[in-house]
């Protein structure tokens, strides 16, 4: 059984404010509603034409009633954990996917609520008493077909499939519907004739391991509905990641070079605090610069610390531009990320070390209490625009 939240951060702002309740309301990143990027859109704003992931001064110039939210991540977790908790008392098997979304095995416990679709009716009625949220649950054979069933029937929806229903629906399926089928391995597939999930299917082994190689053959048995379990994908529901990373781009581009390094430091910042966030810290730094026109540089430089303080990793940058071929940056597109993570124990011995940790520490603290980026580096003028 896999549940979703339908458009979970708007909704769960639409409950806490019942002023935005039948409203567009989006939700964006920090406090500037002009200069950020969608991450989430109440139904009422999709259905006005705001995606996820576009940027706000589009989405304020299709939809100009739309209000803007900035995003609460606190609010969300203490949600999505109070969600999990729900589950829990359905059923013993819970694994959390994402922070919206729960997959649970719920083989053995039809006995207690009935057929799949009464436990699931149950869940999505015990989450409405308590949240006022509305779910997608979709049940079926795997994890994957699961996800699918409830991608089909958002928003409230539920769906309990067979093999055989699975087995049909999958013929005439697009195969970028299948989770983890994304723009580029779509155009991939269908540069080699594979449009459907049937077409995937019919596809020889030896061809599909060649030229996707082991995952080619996992989305084909995805397809088959055969049991995948063992992938470790969806091994414990939270793939470690490789590496964290932040991009951004500016409206227009700029050969202002502080401007560009202000950028950078804030790139900095965001990606330290999400590191910490993960409780991590990484030794390689990434930086990458596109004009918008040209395509883009882009180095990295390992380090033999880890770190994940925001200045640290932001005079990294600095370094790795004095080794970029260019000279002068002319600046459309900007990113940071760090890799060759490890889990943070930060050990210091001399006082200034100590000394930053804590300050790093209270920010933290006040930016978790009071919201993100309540204070920030004075230095950081862009933060703001
Ligand atoms: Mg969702």
Known sequence: MHIDMDAFFA????????????????????????????????????????????????????????????A?????????????????????????????????????????????????????????????????????????TAKLAAKLHKPDGIAV?????????????????????????????HYLGVYTCGDLVQYPNSLLKKQFGVVGLWLKAACLVEDISDIPFFADGKPKPKSVGHSQTLRYVSTDQDFIHDWFYLLSEMVAQRLRRQKLQGRTVYIYVADGFKGGHSKRKTFIEPTYDGYEIYQRCLEIIDIFPCKELLVRVLGVSVSNLEPANAIYLFDKDIKRERLIQSIDHINNKHGE?????????????
Request: proline share 6%; aromatic share 10%.
């Open 11 to 70: 909704s769960v702002e639409q409950q806490v404010n019942p002023a935005l309740r039948g409203k567009p309301v989006i939700i964006g990143g920090r406090n500037n509603k002009y200069r950020s990027i969608i991450c989430a859109a109440s139904y009422e704003a999709k259905a006005r034409g705001i995606e996820n992931a576009m940027p706000s001064w589009k989405a304020l110039k299709i939809c100009p009633d739309a209000i803007f939210v900035p």
């Open 72 to 144: 609460d991540t606190t609010k969300y977790v203490y949600t999505s954990d109070q969600i999990f908790q729900i589950l829990q008392n359905f059923c013993p098997q819970v694994e959390k996917f994402s922070v919206d979304e729960f997959f649970l095995d719920i083989d053995g416990c039809q006995g207690l609520f009935g057929s799949a679709l009464d436990m699931g009716l149950a869940i999505k009625k015990k989450i409405k008493q308590r949240f006022g949220l509305t779910c997608t649950v979709g049940v079926a054979p795997s994890r994957i």
């Open 161 to 189: 499939l067979s093999k055989k229903e699975v087995l049909t629906l999958l013929t005439t399926l697009p195969v970028e519907k299948i989770c983890g089928i994304g723009p580029r391995l779509k155009e991939r597939f």
């Open 373 to 385: 980026w309540t204070v920030y580096p004075a230095s950081l003028r862009c933060a703001r625009y």
